[in-house]
Structures are given as C-alpha cells and as structure tokens.
C-alpha cells in the first residue's frame, strides 16, 4: 500500500479497525479479542480494547471523517460502560488501575471532537462520564509516564466544564516537569530506561496538550515543543531508509507506535524537520508494518513485534492492547489543505553515520540501510519481562532485532544473540549479560562494567566500525568457563540460507543479510548456535554465530570480537 493521500492513511486505518466491528458486545462497551493472560481483569482487558481504537478515531473525526457505524457502536459504548445500572458496566476503581490508562484516548475525545464522543451522550450520559473519569483523582496512580493520563482527564472535564480537580492537575504537571533530564529527554518517572515511553507518552501527550492549552497554560505549552523539537533531531535516527524502527526496548507489541511521535510533532505544527520527511517517515514506517505477519486469520493485531510471539510479551500486554499503536494515525486530524497531505513523502536526510545520545545512554550507528544502537546497558533489576534481553544486549538493530531467552539452561534456549554468554563448567546454566555496573559513553565507543555472575568480573568496550563493531572484553573468573561472544541472530529456512563455522570465525547468512564474527583470545573457536523458535522478535527462526573463548580460573584474560554485518539493497 502506498500512503500518499488522506484517503490512503483513512484506509490503512479502516483496514485495521474494521475487522473488529462484529467483535463488539451488544451495549458495545466490551470488545473481547482474545483470552491470553495479564495481570488485570476481564472488564479492564475489554476496556482497553474498546478504548484504544480512539487514538485513530479521534483524529479521523478531527479531520472532518464520517463513519457511522463506529460512531454508533462509541456513543453507546461510552453510555453504557459509564452507567452503573448497565450489565456492561466499567466498574469502580483500585489504585494504579489499568483503567485509569484508557481513559486517555476517551478525553482525548472530549478535548478535540466533543461532538463525537460528548455531546451526543446527553445529560445523563455525560454525568455517568464524568463521574466515571473523575475517579482518577480519587486513587493512586504512579509516578510515571501514567501523570499524563489524569492530566488529560482533569484537561477534557475542565474544558467540557465539569468538575475537575485542579490541584491534580497541577501536581500531575510538576511530576512531568521534574522528568525533564536534558536535550530534549524525559525520564519515565523513576525508571532510568530510556525506550519509546519517551516518545510516545511523554512527548505525545505532552503535544496534545500544548494543543489543547495553549491559550491556558502557553509558557509550559512553549516549553513541550520546544522539548520535542530538540528530541526530535535524536529521535530520527532510530529509522531506517526502509521504514523499520529500531526493535529495542519493551512494549515493543504496539509495532507502529513507534512512529507515533512524528505524528504529534505535526499535528502540534513543529517543522523544524521538514513536513515532507515527517510524512515519509509515517508512510515507510506503517508500509513496512503491512509487510508483517502481525494480524491473526481475522485480521486481529496479534501480541508480537514482526510476528504473532507471547515469549516477548510483557505482563501487561492483553489482546487489545496493540490497539494502542493507533496513536500514530493522529496525522488524520489535520485538516484537508494542510501540507503535509499535498506532500510528497520525502526520504530522511543526511544523518551522522554515529551519533552519541548521552542522554539516552547510547550511540547509534547507521551502516547503509541498518541502524544499530550501542546501549550502555542500562537496566532495572525487576521490570515487566525479559528486562536484560531488551536493554542490555551489546546491539540492536532495525535489521536484526534481537532475541529473548526460553530459558537459563542451555544456548540454544537462551538465544543470547549480541551478548556475552558464560557456561561454567560442569553446569547446566548459561549466565548473559544482565546489567552495567557503572559506564561511559563516549562519541565513539560504550564502555561498561558487569558481572553475569557472581566471581565472574568483565569490563567490555563496544567500538562502532565500518564493517560493524568491535568488541574488547577483559574478563577475570573464579571458575573455569567457556565465553561465548555472539553476534547478530541470522533468519534460517530461507532461501539461500547457510552457516558455518571454522576455526576463530562462525557465519551465519542467507541472500539478503548475514553476520560474521571472528576473534582472538584464549582458543577462540567459531561457533554457529541454532536458537529456539520464537526467540527473535523479527523472525521466528534463527542461528545465531559466535565465538567460544576458554577461561581459566584466576586468570585475567583479554578478548577481542569482530562482528560484521552485511544487509543487500532491495
């Protein structure tokens, strides 16, 4: 599909959304689209599902779209699930309740199309709403990203006037405010990840709102574009010339939320980036997106990144919750003449081939058409789900993802692709990188220090190279072990597909990418490791090439690996 017009960008939506149409209840307040597990109750997993589906709705009615049949099934759905006499009901409230975060897209309604999703609803209607809504300020919520969601609560009953709670809201915007880190970079709270929460929560929302107050609150509208502005010129280089964004980080299930940022930072009128690449960067993103296996046979968004896949999921993914990519169809909100729609979508400019992003405790590399990060490895001891997978990995890339283990006991099952593996020996369990100790970040290289295991001490340096990267590892060991050093995981089953390994190089490759990996240290010897199914988030099947160095106990020894990397033009 090529996205050009305002149509084309209607339909792609519609080819999302209208296959959940006969899935909604009969008062439409529930919309069930599958039973795997999470860490909330039915009515909020069909909540959400009935919920996000707005962050595309939204817009399309702000941009002067009609579609009757969904503007039925949400006037009745938000009657009925805020009506506490209604079988359908939404319910009352715990503290941090997943509900609390649907609420966004539903005062985002109120805020930009109150005649879709407001006004229709009646006298009645709109005080079971309003009621409903304003509960977020009777409860906790953390200290996050989740701030956002009860400001733009308190923003939309304010401005629809009903009662709001002010002093919320001004809280909730101080907790924001204290966030702020430097050139454009929010911390997610108390989290010290840096991952897309950044850009598709507190940019994003931080964009609609200096839409929706900019004439009430305009120094801190001033200052959310400013600070989207300034990250914007970081957040670019995580595209690649083909669309795909850099696969790093959790919640990776809402696929094209990725994008989502591009389309607040035109809907909020920045163009510093001009409106042609902003446009190009939507269009090759979602296009790349529709080259995926990410819908069921009904044609159902699926939990997964490239492919339906619960290993990756986190414990808050339900079935709807993909649903929330929708939020990078915000662009349908701008009106028919604005230029971003006679546009044509441009290809991204010149970019630093490495470009440091201290804040973000990273450097990024573009190699052709690839974009790898070099995180420092930044990492919470307890997170969501396979927390060191996503963050601390030596690499990421736009071509080769990454992959998450099955298990702790074997390689094959633990897929530790761009990490440093221990085996000791005579055990049964394979030790991974988990978190830095302490770190630096350089413009040209990432150094870090970690232990995998206790008595295991290695401190490690990831230098970007023409060819792809070096790494130099010093490791001292209380045990005698075998060091496997692992490059990119490689698709299998594909046409043109082989692997080997010889001496102190191991290859994997197939016709369109591959990966090399060679190196010098003690009896360094190529290896290729066939990784479970359903490891990789881009392919469900993979070998990943390594080499295994010996070490012996109390001895410090030093290894040097050279990974690289080839992707074919299309």
Aim: glycine share 8%.
């Amino acid at each position: 599909m090529r996205l050009e017009t305002k149509q084309d960008f209607r339909d792609w939506m519609f080819s999302v959304l209208n296959p959940l149409k006969p899935l909604y209840s009969e008062g439409g307040a529930r919309l069930h689209l599958g039973d795997s597990g999470v860490t909330y109750p039915e009515v909020s997993i069909e909540m959400e599902a009935f919920s996000r589906p707005l962050w595309a709705l939204v817009p399309f009615w702000k941009g002067g779209g009609v579609n009757g049949a969904f503007e039925e099934i949400y006037q009745k759905g938000l009657r009925n699930g805020t009506d506490p006499a209604h079988p359908e009901y939404w319910g009352g409230f715990t503290d941090y309740d997943q509900r609390f975060v649907e609420m966004a897209a539903i005062a985002s309604g109120m805020i930009f199309t109150p005649e879709k999703v407001w006004e229709p609803l009646g006298a009645e209607g709109q005080k079971h709403l309003a009621d409903w809504l304003y509960a977020i300020n009777e409860h906790i919520i953390p200290d996050c990203n989740w701030q956002f969601f009860m400001i733009l609560v308190n923003v939309a009953l304010m401005k629809n006037g009903c009662r709001y709670d002010a002093d919320n809201l001004k809280s909730g915007l101080d907790k924001i405010e204290s966030y702020y880190l430097e050139d454009g970079w929010y911390r997610d709270g108390a989290s010290g990840q840096k991952d897309y929460y950044i850009s598709f929560a507190m940019h994003y929302y931080g964009l609609l709102y200096s839409v929706a107050m900019a004439d009430d609150d305009p120094e801190r509208c001033a200052r959310f574009r400013e600070r989207a502005r300034i990250f914007a010129g970081d957040f670019i280089c995580w595209f690649d010339a083909d669309g795909a964004a850099l696969p790093y980080g959790r919640s990776l299930s809402y696929r094209f939320g990725e994008a989502a940022f591009w389309a607040a930072y035109v809907f909020a009128g920045l163009d510093d980036i001009p409106v042609a690449v902003v446009k190009g960067i939507l269009a090759r993103h979602l296009n790349w997106w529709c080259e995926q296996k990410i819908f069921d046979r009904d044609g159902v968004l699926t939990i997964g990144y490239a492919y339906p896949n619960l290993i990756m999921a986190e414990r808050y993914n339900a079935p709807g919750s993909p649903y929330w990519g929708m939020k990078t169809l915000l662009c349908l909100a701008l009106p028919d003449d604005h230029p971003f729609w006679s546009a044509e979508a441009a290809p991204l400019p010149t970019l630093a081939e490495v470009k440091m992003m201290l804040q973000a405790n990273m450097i990024v590399h573009r190699r052709g058409r690839d974009v790898i990060a070099y995180p420092a490895g930044v990492c919470e001891k307890y997170g969501h789900g396979h927390v060191p997978e996503k963050y601390s990995k030596f690499a990421y890339s736009t071509k080769f993802g990454f992959s998450v283990a099955r298990s702790q006991i074997v390689l094959h099952e633990n897929a530790p692709d761009s990490a440093l593996a221990f085996v000791i020996d005579g055990d049964d369990y394979v030790f991974v990188r988990k978190v830095s100790e302490s770190y630096h970040i350089f413009a040209d290289r990432v150094v870090s220090d970690w232990q995998p295991f206790p008595g295991i001490r290695v401190t490690s340096v990831v230098v970007p190279t023409e060819y792809g990267h070096m790494r130099i590892h010093e490791v001292e060991s209380d045990y005698d072990c075998t060091a496997y050093d692992c490059g990119f995981a490689v698709e299998k089953f594909t046409e043109g597909y082989g692997e080997s390994a010889e001496g102190k190089t191991a290859a994997a490759a197939w016709r369109k990418q591959g990966c090399t990996v060679s190196g010098e240290g003690p009896e360094a010897a190529g290896v290729v490791i066939g990784a479970d199914p359903n490891t990789n988030v881009l392919y469900a099947n993979a070998s990943i090439p390594a080499v295994a160095y010996k070490i012996r106990k109390g001895e410090k020894v030093r290894m040097e690996t050279r990974v690289e990397t080839f992707v074919k033009d299309e």
